[in-house]
């Protein structure tokens, strides 16, 4: 099993330009989330959806939008990509219905922006 | 606001040592506590979740344990390998609005094992 698929691994933005971070999952689940990880920080959740058409803010949504067309992709935007989005940023999902289960997080894609 | 600490931030020990990785947070009104193992240029792999009304969780080598009253969390590994050396990030969990869970993260502790 795939599991939770990040694409592209690396990618380098010039500021002002958009792109969209793409995130697939096979496990039929109905939450995912996108989180970024800075260095020496933890991960902060970035967007979340409980499933198709359903989307909701996290902690850090400033500059990023989301949609959630399928049950299996959970693509992130970037519009007008600015340095403090230089991070990685990380993919997840879990079953809807089952309380005390642990997210399954993607490879995660390493973004710079100069 | 939820905050989670993990202390310290970097650790080394030599093979074969037991070792005890803390984290602390600061609303005891958890759903559970989890801990997970991230390699570098990887994501991040589930090791023990603890939910709220449990003291610990055992998985081979490793231990958890948990207290809410407190905020504490430990993670016990005994006898320790180099393939233990990895980051170690602890998370704890909220029920949002749509019931699924949203995770808080701390800042991890980068556990290396000297050969």
């Known amino acids: 099993n795939a599991g939770v698929t990040q694409t592209p691994k690396f990618r380098i933005l010039k500021i002002g330009q958009s792109m969209t971070l793409q995130c697939t999952q096979d496990?039929?689940?109905?939450?995912m989330y996108w989180y970024r990880q800075d260095p020496g920080m933890g991960l902060k959740l970035i967007y979340y959806?409980?499933?198709?058409?359903?989307?909701d803010k996290g902690e850090v949504p400033n500059g990023y939008n989301v949609s959630r067309s399928t049950t299996e992709d959970f693509p992130l935007r970037l519009e007008l990509a600015a340095p403090s989005q230089t991070s990685v940023y990380f993919c997840?999902?879990?079953?809807?219905?089952?309380?005390?289960?642990?997210?399954?997080f993607g490879d995660g894609t390493r973004l710079s922006i100069l | 606001k939820q905050e989670v600490t993990q202390i310290p931030a970097a650790l080394s020990v030599p093979e074969g040592e037991n070792l005890v990785l803390n984290c602390s947070f600061t609303d005891s009104a958890i759903y559970n506590l989890q801990w997970f193992r991230q390699d570098p240029g990887k994501g991040l792999t589930s090791l023990l979740l603890?939910?709220?009304?449990?003291r610990e969780q055992t998985s081979g080598r490793l231990n958890a344990s948990l207290d809410k009253s407190s905020g504490r969390s430990t993670l016990y590994i005994a006898a320790s390998q180099p393939g233990d050396s990895a980051t170690y990030l602890c998370a704890v969990s909220l029920i949002s609005n749509f019931g699924n869970e949203k995770l808080t993260f701390g800042t991890g502790t980068r556990l290396t094992i000297i050969p």
């Open positions: 496990m039929n689940h109905n939450y």
């Open positions: 603890i939910q709220s009304s449990q």
């Open positions: 997840a999902s879990t079953q809807r219905g089952l309380r005390n289960q642990p997210q399954h």
């Open positions: 959806s409980v499933g198709a058409g359903i989307t």
